[in-house]
C-alpha cells in the first residue's frame, strides 16, 4: 500500500472555468516533459507532457488502461519513468524529494484497514500538525460522519473514497494528485465532492486528477489531457478542444471519441 510514503499519509458544479486561472504569463506549478515508460515489452506511457498552474484542477482523461495510474504514480515518483522530466516551479524535481511537494491519493486501498476512522484522521492531523477543527472540516466536506466510529476495514468503497479524499484535503501540499476521486459514488455524491474540489481550487490548490467518467471530468475540470494508448490525443479547455475538433457545443465524450 503506497499513499506518499504511508504511514506518513490523503449539487452541479456552476463556476467551472473555461480557462486557466492563472495568467498565462506565470510560470506553471508542475510541467511535464516526455515521460515514457514500459513494462517489458508493454508500453505505458508515450512522450507525455504538459503542465498544471496554481488553482488549477486538470483532468487526465482516458478509458482504463489508457496510463491515467502510470502517469500519476510516474509524477509522483512512485513508478521510476524511463525517459522524461518533472518540473516544479521551474526546477527539475527528483522523485525523492516529490512527496514533500505534492500528495498522492491512489484508488483501492484501505489505509490503515484495522484503525478506526477518528483515529486514522486524527494521527494524519497530528504529523501535520493540523487542528481539531481542520479535521472536523474535512469529516464534513466528505461526509464522513456516519462513519468516523468505524474501522477501516468495514466502510463500503464509497465511504472508503471519501476516506483517502479526507486525507487529501487535510494534506498541506500545494498539489493533490488523485485516481479516480469520483469512484464509488452515486450522481448527487459525485456532484458534492466535485463542489469540494472546486472551492480547494479556489484556495489557491491544484489538482491532478485520473478520471475515466468523461461528464464528471466535464463537470469539475478547468483543463483536460486525452489519453489513449499511452499517448497523449489532445489537451486543453473544453472550448479549446471544442475548437479544434469543430464540435461546438460537444460533450468531451464526443470530442473524446473525435480525437481517439
Request: contains cysteine; charged residues 25%.
Amino acid at each position: 500500500m503506497r499513499m506518499n510514503e504511508m504511514p506518513v499519509p490523503v449539487s452541479e458544479q456552476t463556476d467551472r472555468r473555461t480557462a486557466p486561472p492563472s495568467s498565462t504569463e506565470a510560470r506553471p506549478l508542475l510541467e511535464i516533459e516526455g515521460l515514457g515508460k514500459s513494462y517489458g515489452d508493454q508500453v505505458a506511457l508515450v512522450d507525455v507532457s504538459f503542465t498544471l498552474a496554481r488553482g488549477e484542477i486538470v483532468g487526465l482523461i482516458g478509458p482504463n488502461g489508457a496510463g491515467k495510474t502510470t502517469l500519476l504514480e510516474g509524477v509522483a515518483g512512485i513508478v521510476a519513468a524511463d525517459t522524461g522530466n518533472v518540473r516544479w516551479q521551474g526546477r527539475d524535481i527528483p522523485p525523492s524529494r516529490r512527496r514533500h511537494a505534492m500528495f498522492y491519493v491512489p484508488d483501492g486501498i484501505r489505509p490503515y484497514h484495522d484503525q478506526y476512522v477518528a483515529h486514522v484522521l486524527s494521527f494524519f492531523a497530528g504529523v501535520h500538525r493540523l487542528s481539531d477543527d481542520a479535521v472536523s472540516g474535512a469529516v464534513r466536506s466528505t461526509g464522513l460522519q456516519p462513519v468516523v466510529a468505524k474501522r477501516v476495514a468495514a466502510l463500503s468503497k464509497g465511504y472508503r473514497r471519501r476516506l483517502l479524499l479526507a486525507l487529501g484535503l487535510l494534506a498541506p501540499h500545494d498539489l493533490v494528485l488523485m485516481d479516480e476521486p469520483f469512484d464509488g459514488f452515486d450522481l448527487r455524491q459525485t456532484r458534492d465532492i466535485a463542489h469540494v474540489l472546486r472551492a480547494e481550487s479556489a484556495k489557491g490548490r491544484s489538482l491532478l486528477l485520473a478520471i475515466h467518467q468523461l461528464a464528471d471530468a466535464e463537470r469539475v475540470c478547468d483543463r483536460f489531457i486525452l489519453l489513449s494508448g499511452g499517448r497523449v490525443r489532445g489537451g486543453g479547455t473544453l472550448d479549446e478542444l471544442r475548437a479544434r475538433t469543430g464540435l461546438a457545443g460537444g460533450h468531451l465524450e464526443d470530442i473524446f471519441l473525435a480525437l481517439t
